[in-house]
């Protein structure tokens, strides 16, 4: 498959500090990549740096085509995105949110109410569009999140914590919207602290310290640290870290 991100090299310096040390990867079009990495180990600035938001110090890169340091603009509007905390405005029913966002990501009215009623159909939760969002229970306002991340039919979307304070259920629900984005040929880049989620991704790289210390399947991880868990092998990778905030 294309590699749609594609890094070398890439250095972030603050000051004396090195937040992201060097690291280099590909992730494939449809690939579930899960980065991974302790709090202090780097990945929320490199994140930042894919998602066109900050500059990296030295090193290149490419995210759905759009060189990381000369096109920032053309990266955001390749992408989806949705962070740790709900990012749905709550005064907003479910459809004026959708028509807020796919406005941004210079949709047309008509096509965002078209597929609107097709995504939410799909959820079956059309007869909740006028809702305002924050009448929702959380699980649901969740999932609507990731929906209109995926509105615009994004090459990429970033997820950051996705699943943070939701029921088992929900984020069994949640991981089957991304394996069907998936399968469509999105590519999901996402972070989680539950390692059972990061069993389910395709590639998994681990982060300590500001560099990329593993990055294989998870059951090629689990066969080389010979243990018997993802949560295992971040553990035996992690304990070292000096970094922890």
Not at 57 to 78: H, L, Y
Not at 84 to 113: A, C, P, W
Not at 140 to 165: C, M, S, Y
Request: proline share 2%.
């Amino acid at each position: 498959m294309e590699n749609i991100i594609s890094v070398r090299n890439l250095t972030k310096q603050f000051g004396a500090f090195r937040a992201v040390d060097n690291i280099s990867f590909d992730v494939a079009q449809g690939e579930i990549f899960g980065f991974l990495g302790a709090n202090g180990a780097g990945k929320t600035t490199a994140i930042r740096i894919l998602c066109g938001l900050s500059r990296a110090t030295s090193g290149t890169g490419s995210v759905a085509g759009c060189d990381i340091m000369t096109q920032s603009e053309d990266i955001k509007r390749n992408i989806g995105y949705m962070c740790q905390k709900f990012s749905l405005y709550e005064d907003l029913t479910v459809l004026e949110n959708m028509e807020l966002y796919g406005g941004i990501y210079g949709m047309h009215r008509k096509e965002i109410l078209a597929k609107a009623e097709a995504m939410l159909t799909e959820l079956e939760f059309w007869h909740h569009r006028h809702d305002l969002v924050r009448s929702i229970p959380a699980g649901w306002r969740q999932k609507l999140a990731f929906t209109v991340a995926n509105l615009h039919a994004p090459k990429v979307i970033f997820l950051d914590e996705p699943t943070g304070g939701v029921d088992p259920l929900t984020r069994r629900q949640f991981w089957g919207m991304i394996r069907r984005a998936a399968a469509a040929g999105t590519t999901v880049f996402v972070t989680t602290h539950y390692m059972d989620e990061a069993a389910l991704c395709d590639r998994v790289s681990i982060m300590v310290d500001g560099r990329i210390m593993a990055l294989d399947t998870p059951e090629a991880l689990i066969s080389k640290y010979q243990v018997r868990t993802m949560d295992e092998v971040f553990r035996t990778l992690a304990r070292n870290a000096v970094r922890n905030e």
